[in-house]
């Protein structure tokens, strides 16, 4: 099953169901429609066969909207029944289990993801006030307290690198395993932010725990990659990043580290697969969202890397003109500048983005784009800042 993330990225856009399905890998897609009118909704459903483009099951449903997730339900066993598929017990409960029944609350926490996923400080932000009103309407809501640690422990490593960030990400993954202590996700979080009180080896057991829970969470295996990257732990990095990469094959930040990797490794010819095959999946990417600054600036590296310098300079530019005052957007804007050779730029930007809060030192220490930079005056002084 393709993993909400690549599956949402089409939403809203127009391309027709054999597209969509090659870009996602898959045989079968569901579309379909909500449509909320006062206290009722009406939801229509309809499962394709993408070979023969014809319908396998279609319904409607007019609902009350407190009764939507017993529609969703509906949903799950005509999809089951409809593709002939056997399943286990775990995979009946799995169906059957719902994070909340309150409905206000499922809608704030969609919110919420839609804002952490652009990846920028201020989105981080309003994802975790997003989570918070879930919690408002549900108290006992894992997956929102999981979403509030993972925006916490993001806006560590991308511009707020504060002690409490570090504490508020611990606190809110450590209450979502305590509310459900069987959520893949509440793991992952947990993990992450172990991995930023450098709790490595117990941050290892929960994404280990996490991914034997939901082996197609593709968090579970970006965040653990980013964790063995942020030590140094290069060939493990690269074993979870394809992993994440397989999970979600529309995922574009997986490939380019793994050429990161790769390239560091002296494993040259797996890293310029990997390095094409990101910018093939930026390009894919910026198709629908064409002022995404975290597309362009992993897709402008991707270039770089392959000897598209024009390319990789042009989209650098263009991913600083889209957030200027994000310190992600200046330390990765940085990094591809260094491929080009432009190290001047690439230091002032570092310095940049120290200064509006970057301070993961030891993601700087670990980084291989950054890895020409280490005997620079300049960056020692910036890792010496942030000791």
Known sequence: VSSRTSSFAFKGKDFDIPTVAKRLNVGTVLEGSVRKAGDRVRLTAQLIDTQSDSHLWSETYDRELKDVFGSQDDIAQ?????LEVTLTPKERRAIQYVATSNAL???FYLRGRKFFYSMTKRNFHHAVRLYNQAIEQDPNYALAYAGIADAHSLLYQYGESTPENAAMANEASSKAIELDPDSAEAHASYGMALSLNKRHEEAEREFELAILLN????EAHYFYARDCLAQGKFEKAARFFSAAAEVNPA???????LSQIYFELGRNQEGMASALSAAKAVERHLELHPDDARALYLGAYSHAKV???????DWATRALDADRNEPAVAYNVACVFVMLEEREKALELLELAVEMGFGYREWLLNDPSLSSLHDEPRFKKLIDRLS
């Not at 005509?78 to 409809?82: G, K, T």
């Not at 082996?215 to 593709?218: G, I, S, V």
């Not at 000897?307 to 300079?313: C, D, L, M, T």
């Open 78 to 82: 005509s999809i089951v029944e409809a």
């Open 215 to 218: 082996p197609a969470l593709f």
């Open 251 to 257: 995922d574009y930040q997986s490939p380019v580290f």
């Open 307 to 313: 000897g598209n310098e024009s390319i990789a300079h």
């Open 105 to 107: 609350a499922y809608d």
